[in-house]
């Protein structure tokens, strides 16, 4: 969430920015604005009749030292009418913080200078290309066939079992995903420095508000509510929470976690053909990159996160290109957001296999990450980044269509042979 106090500040930057965004209302400033001064005026007002009790406390007190019964006695009535007053405040500044803070909840991060207004894909910025799409002398097939043809993949089992979007890895297919898992990890802890961790599956509602989840992506997120739990829709979520509620030490920032874990996601409306196969799943498996930074330093560290997200894909060989995205498409809790997609032969277009994000100190003023600066002073919120490093089933999509050969067969690039333990497919 934004600051109180910067919202007070630059209430107009605050308007612009959920405007920009295209999420919420602009009058959530106002209406937020409105609660915060009437909080303010009943909290002072609760001050006030405390410090009047405590006069009239001290006072009575004396009196009745004294043996003055009579003098005290309109000071007890006051005072019990001023419990009762102080009860009622109680009340009220508890329902009005609560209400300012639901709000808050609603009012999407501010944009980065850097980051380009926009409306929609169309004003995203192509920043830089690398690779070379191949150059086929036959008709190439679109991984579904691919994957149909191999026996690596079962989309139709999967869909019996669970519904569309949950498929079925066999064969090869199970050790090409097995083997990416740990080709990226490796990566990310041996030259990005990264920790690696195995992070929860399910989190509880006060970790998906801590990153933003909620209250903005309910209807993304699968849930079980015998258990009030949520099957996490990226590792993200349990690894920031991580730090939930703690005031960590300027020594040790930056702290850099890698993680693999399955993603749930309902991906409610999503149909059409750029659902098809791998394009858009249900369950997918993803390697997370998370950093926690000083703020003077956040952006510096997301030019290295995202090198850190870029490095597989030179490494795999795939043509992949880097584009800014513009503030419509940056989305709730981003001040500044790449993606990297790659480039899909066969479907001829570009599949986003990662998002490289600053959020600045907006997830942790939700979930309340500090550190304690070494030079002394109050405790400041560290930055959060984080970014698909990366995410596999368009990975495995754009391997199998770039890879293909005029006999049918895939192969397996260099790099990752060491893992899969065969070169080719079929």
Known sequence: MLDLHRIRQEPDRVREAIRVKGIGDPSLVD???????????????????????????????????????????????????????????????????????????????????????????????????????????????????????????????????????????????????????????DLAVTEGGYVEMQPPLLVNAESARGTGQLPDKEDLMYVIERDALYPIPTAEVPVTNYFRDEILEEAQLPIKFCAYSPCFRREAGSYGKEVRGLNRLHQFDKVELVQFVHPELSYEALEQLREDAERPLRRLGLPYRRVLMCTAETGFTQAKKYDLEVWSPAQQRWLEVSSISNFEDFQARRARIRFRPAAGGKPQFVHTLNGSGLALPRVVAALLEHYQQADGSIRIPEALQPYTGFDHIG
Request: charged share 25%; glycine share 8%; no cysteine.
């Open 31 to 185: 209406r937020l604005l409105a609660l915060d001064a009437t909080h303010r005026e009943k909290l002072t007002a609760l001050q006030a009749a405390r410090h009047r009790l405590n006069t009239l406390s001290q006072h009575i007190g004396q009196y009745l030292r004294e043996g003055r019964q009579a003098e005290a006695q309109p000071l007890l009535e006051e005072n019990a009418r001023l419990k009762e007053t102080i009860k009622d405040l109680e009340a009220q500044t508890k329902a009005l913080a609560e209400a300012v803070e639901a709000l808050l909840l609603e009012i999407p991060n501010i944009p980065h200078p850097s980051v380009p207004v926009g409306h929609g894909p169309q004003d995203n910025i192509v920043l830089y290309e690398e690779g070379t799409p191949p150059k086929f002398d036959f008709t190439p097939l679109p991984h579904w066939e691919l994957a149909l043809r191999h026996g690596l993949i079962d989309f139709e089992r999967g869909a019996k079992v669970a519904g569309s979007g949950f498929p079925f890895y066999v064969g090869k297919g199970a050790r090409l995903e097995r083997a990416l898992i740990q080709f990226f990890l």
